[in-house]
């Protein structure tokens, strides 16, 4: 949460810097030299930037949820669209996920092995057309639904035939990924991209349709309340294409979303209208009222699931498979106390590797090595956890998401508080130089099952300080006390970390969520001037929403809430700083540790390669809005003007912000009280103006 200095209250709140200690040294410097930095701001400029997680060209328009309810209410309907897709939703999701286990993973794995019609008898047909439909739109980014649907039911037709009686055809014998990158290069495409990839064979036809929906990545718009009466007319009138249109907005949308995951969603959806609108009885009274309620429902948890994979994805290609597979050691070690280290690291294999196919968009490989870990961690729930058999006992579809937030197991009643064998076994320099990263595994395994009160980037900073120390001294010539000192670095550390996350919740819990965000916007708009009001609101708005849930939890789970959640809002900047380069500053740290991008972003003081905003004639526009009774409105329109004052001026003072503010607030009292406040503001603002400039330039 918010870091405070031992002597004052530093602003930049949640990711203020810790003090510099051993622990720290030499961890930001590896990975990305300055000069990178500057290449790729340069190459930015130059329109042809492509981050290291993919870049972002987005073929379709965003549009709001009323936009996507007139666009789902066609004139005439395809022969595909009036497919049964409620019924076949229900059907996938009320079947196992043996989905997965049925579909083919790569040509090379079938090969003379299972064909379409067996795969199609396995499967039935509606669930062979639903993930169909799914696949073909995530694909081809730049299609429609009536085409996707045609596909399917086109790949579906094939199917039924060969599981009926053409087995022997050559398109029946054909691997199934071929099968639907063949349909799809049946199509006339008006997209070049797609013609490039059609030209491949095999293996490279299908890494560049992966390549596609890297460009394709995109996002669910705000689902805001839609015209209610004309959404429950266009339900009531085209019911089951209208969900199947959802299904398909979602899926190309969220291009490497896994299937059971947009299915899920399209459930809800559907649960929504069916609550808002009534059914046969008809619309439900308080239509607005009751979009406004059910709306959330649907699209969060897609939203959630669609950042948390991102973010995973953004880990494992700035940082690399080692920081994924550490990250994901101390996750599964806290989760499970009582396994033991083998069984761990076999599932932090599993789960490293489930996330480099789920990554690379391969939706077929990542369902099925979902299940298999699903499927391993239910059947040895002995030796796992004694929390996770009513997550074992759901339907497949909830289950992995029930395991993931369910609460950590109780650790081993024998286990010792210490680690002290890491650093007083005297063999440890010699097992360190043999088997480096087993030892480094072994010893964050042992520290974060130990430990479930830190989070899972402290124990990373532990690990890498663990590290830190044993090159350090195992070095010839190190004295023999080196090691030793290791321990009350450590206990210094931690100890400092709690210290700013209580007093940082204290703060927190004075102020309030207003004021608490100002704060975080002054830090930021310092730091990252660069960055426009409405990221720099949207940013802080969610290290608040951070603030307002992990101040009122336990001290025992303060620091994982607050600095993985945290994790998360640094990763979207993170990511925003690669679609379109920030600063210098930002861009160190965001590329050179994954550990310590917090405390690295929290170092960032006033960026000096900023060049200020001019004063000019319409740089401060004040207006009646000003007098809007609207707490919420006026909030936002007076940290849009925080933001501005902060980009005019930088280096402005506690003092000199104060007094600024005094005089803007006496204006908005002396013009909000008069019978035409358009009028006063006209001419009160250039005075305030001109009184704001002597008061900064004193």
Same mark, same amino acid.
């Given at each position: 949460?918010?870091?405070? $200095?031992?002597?004052?209250?530093?602003?930049?709140?949640?990711?203020?810097?810790?003090?510099?200690?051993?622990?720290?040294?030499?961890? +930001?410097?590896?990975?990305?030299?300055?000069?990178?930095?500057?290449?790729?701001?340069?190459?930015?400029?130059? +329109?042809?930037?492509?981050?290291?997680?993919?870049?972002?060209?987005?073929?379709?328009?965003?549009?709001?949820?009323?936009?996507?309810?007139?666009?789902?209410?066609?004139?005439?309907?395809?022969?595909?669209?009036?497919?049964?897709?409620?019924?076949?939703?229900?059907?996938?999701?009320?079947?196992?996920?043996?989905?997965?286990?049925?579909?083919?993973?790569?040509?090379?794995?079938?090969?003379?092995?299972?064909?379409?019609?067996?795969?199609?008898?396995?499967?039935?047909?509606?669930?062979?057309?639903?993930?169909?439909?799914?696949?073909?739109?995530?694909?081809?980014?730049?299609?429609?639904?009536?085409?996707?649907?045609?596909?399917?039911?086109?790949?579906?037709?094939?199917?039924?035939?060969?599981?009926?009686?053409?087995?022997?055809?050559?398109?029946?014998?054909?691997?199934?990924?071929?099968?639907?990158?063949?349909?799809?290069?049946?199509?006339?495409?008006?997209?070049?991209?797609?013609?490039?990839?059609?030209?491949?064979?095999?293996?490279?036809?299908?890494?560049?349709?992966?390549?596609?929906?890297?460009?394709?990545?995109?996002?669910?718009?705000?689902?805001?309340?839609?015209?209610?009466?004309?959404?429950?007319?266009?339900?009531?009138?085209?019911?089951?294409?209208?969900?199947?249109?959802?299904?398909?907005?979602?899926?190309?949308?969220?291009?490497?979303?896994?299937?059971?995951?947009?299915?899920?969603?399209?459930?809800?959806?559907?649960?929504?209208?069916?609550?808002?609108?009534?059914?046969?009885?008809?619309?439900?009274?308080?239509?607005?009222?009751?979009?406004?309620?059910?709306?959330?429902?649907?699209?969060?948890?897609?939203?959630?699931?669609?950042?948390?994979?991102?973010?995973?994805?953004?880990?494992?290609?700035?940082?690399?498979?080692?920081?994924?597979?550490?990250?994901?050691?101390?996750?599964?070690?806290?989760?499970?106390?009582?396994?033991?280290?083998?069984?761990?690291?076999?599932?932090?294999?599993?789960?490293?590797?489930?996330?480099?196919?789920?990554?690379?968009?391969?939706?077929?490989?990542?369902?099925?090595?979902?299940?298999?870990?699903?499927?391993?961690?239910?059947?040895?729930?002995?030796?796992?956890?004694?929390?996770?058999?009513?997550?074992?006992?759901?339907?497949?579809?909830?289950?992995?998401?029930?395991?993931?937030?369910?609460?950590?197991?109780?650790?081993?009643?024998?286990?010792?508080?210490?680690?002290?064998?890491?650093?007083?076994?005297?063999?440890?320099?010699?097992?360190?130089?043999?088997?480096?990263?087993?030892?480094?595994?072994?010893?964050?395994?042992?520290?974060?099952?130990?430990?479930?009160?830190?989070?899972?980037?402290?124990?990373?900073?532990?690990?890498?300080?663990?590290?830190?120390?044993?090159?350090?001294?195992?070095?010839?010539?190190?004295?023999?006390?080196?090691?030793?000192?290791?321990?009350?670095?450590?206990?210094?550390?931690?100890?400092?970390?709690?210290?700013?996350?209580?007093?940082?919740?204290?703060?927190? $819990?004075?102020?309030?969520?207003?004021?608490?965000?100002?704060?975080?916007?002054?830090?930021?708009?310092?730091?990252?001037?660069?960055?426009?009001?409405?990221?720099?609101?949207?940013?802080?708005?969610?290290?608040?929403?951070?603030?307002?849930?992990?101040?009122?939890?336990?001290?025992?789970?303060?620091?994982?809430?607050?600095?993985?959640?945290?994790?998360?809002?640094?990763?979207?900047?993170?990511?925003?700083?690669?679609?379109?380069?920030?600063?210098?500053?930002?861009?160190?740290?965001?590329?050179?540790?994954?550990?310590?991008?917090?405390?690295?972003?929290?170092?960032?003081?006033?960026?000096?390669?900023?060049?200020?905003?001019?004063?000019?004639?319409?740089?401060?526009?004040?207006?009646?809005?000003?007098?809007?009774?609207?707490?919420?409105?006026?909030?936002?329109?007076?940290?849009?003007?925080?933001?501005?004052?902060?980009?005019?001026?930088?280096?402005?003072?506690?003092?000199?912000?104060?007094?600024?503010?005094?005089?803007?607030?006496?204006?908005?009292?002396?013009?909000? +009280?008069?019978? $035409?406040?358009?009028?006063?503001?006209?001419?009160?603002?250039?005075?305030?103006?001109?009184?704001?400039?002597?008061?900064?330039?004193?």
């Amino acid at each position: 949460m918010v870091i405070i $200095n031992a002597a004052k209250m530093c602003v930049g709140y949640l990711i203020q810097p810790f003090p510099v200690t051993p622990w720290e040294l030499g961890a +930001g410097e590896s990975l990305y030299s300055k000069e990178e930095c500057r290449n790729n701001r340069i190459t930015a400029e130059l +329109g042809i930037f492509q981050s290291l997680i993919g870049s972002k060209v987005t073929f379709c328009t965003a549009i709001t949820f009323e936009q996507f309810i007139k666009q789902t209410h066609p004139k005439s309907l395809p022969k595909s669209d009036r497919m049964n897709w409620r019924t076949i939703l229900y059907a996938v999701l009320l079947v196992s996920l043996t989905v997965a286990k049925a579909l083919p993973r790569t040509s090379r794995d079938v090969e003379g092995k299972t064909s379409i019609g067996q795969r199609f008898s396995q499967l039935h047909e509606n669930n062979f057309k639903a993930i169909a439909l799914i696949m073909f739109a995530q694909y081809v980014p730049g299609g429609t639904f009536g085409r996707a649907a045609g596909m399917a039911e086109r790949v579906t037709d094939l199917a039924r035939s060969c599981a009926a009686a053409a087995r022997d055809s050559p398109d029946c014998l054909k691997p199934l990924d071929r099968i639907f990158f063949d349909t799809i290069c049946q199509e006339k495409w008006q997209i070049p991209r797609i013609a490039d990839c059609c030209a491949e064979e095999d293996s490279e036809r299908n890494d560049c349709f992966l390549s596609l929906k890297n460009l394709s990545q995109g996002f669910i718009p705000p689902l805001q309340r839609p015209d209610a009466e004309a959404a429950c007319r266009n339900y009531s009138q085209h019911q089951q294409p209208l969900t199947a249109h959802f299904t398909y907005e979602v899926s190309r949308k969220h291009p490497f979303l896994p299937a059971p995951t947009i299915l899920s969603v399209a459930l809800r959806y559907e649960e929504m209208m069916k609550r808002c609108c009534g059914g046969a009885e008809g619309p439900s009274q308080h239509l607005e009222q009751c979009f406004q309620t059910q709306t959330p429902k649907v699209v969060k948890p897609v939203r959630e699931d669609a950042l948390r994979q991102e973010h995973t994805c953004g880990i494992l290609k700035k940082f690399g498979e080692r920081t994924l597979k550490a990250l994901k050691l101390t996750q599964i070690s806290q989760k499970f106390p009582k396994a033991d280290f083998v069984t761990v690291h076999k599932l932090v294999m599993d789960v490293a590797d489930m996330h480099k196919d789920c990554c690379r968009g391969d939706m077929l490989d990542c369902m099925q090595d979902r299940e298999d870990i699903l499927q391993y961690v239910c059947s040895n729930q002995h030796i796992l956890s004694s929390k996770i058999q009513q997550c074992c006992e759901q339907p497949l579809l909830q289950r992995s998401e029930c395991i993931v937030h369910v609460e950590n197991d109780d650790k081993p009643a024998d286990l010792s508080p210490h680690v002290r064998e890491f650093i007083e076994d005297k063999g440890i320099c010699e097992r360190f130089a043999q088997e480096k990263d087993t030892h480094l595994a072994r010893f964050l395994y042992e520290y974060s099952r130990r430990h479930p009160e830190f989070s899972a980037q402290m124990l990373l900073r532990i690990g890498k300080g663990y590290e830190d120390l044993l090159q350090e001294c195992c070095m010839p010539g190190a004295p023999s006390s080196c090691l030793s000192r290791g321990e009350e670095e450590l206990r210094k550390h931690i100890y400092e970390t709690e210290s700013v996350m209580r007093t940082s919740c204290d703060i927190y $819990n004075e102020k309030g969520d207003y004021y608490f965000q100002n704060e975080l916007l002054m830090s930021f708009t310092k730091k990252m001037p660069q960055l426009t009001s409405a990221e720099l609101i949207k940013f802080t708005k969610e290290m608040t929403t951070i603030g307002s849930k992990c101040c009122q939890v336990g001290q025992d789970k303060l620091l994982p809430c607050a600095e993985e959640n945290l994790d998360l809002v640094l990763g979207e900047i993170c990511r925003r700083h690669l679609a379109d380069p920030i600063n210098p500053g930002v861009c160190r740290c965001c590329s050179s540790s994954y550990a310590f991008r917090r405390p690295c972003i929290g170092k960032l003081e006033v960026d000096e390669s900023y060049v200020p905003l001019a004063l000019t004639p319409g740089l401060f526009a004040f207006h009646g809005d000003l007098c809007t009774t609207e707490e919420e409105k006026l909030q936002h329109r007076k940290q849009e003007m925080l933001i501005t004052l902060l980009k005019y001026k930088p280096q402005i003072s506690p003092e000199q912000l104060g007094s600024v503010t005094a005089a803007f607030s006496a204006m908005r009292e002396q013009c909000c +009280g008069e019978a $035409n406040p358009e009028a006063c503001f006209l001419k009160e603002g250039p005075e305030l103006i001109k009184r704001s400039e002597k008061m900064l330039s004193a």
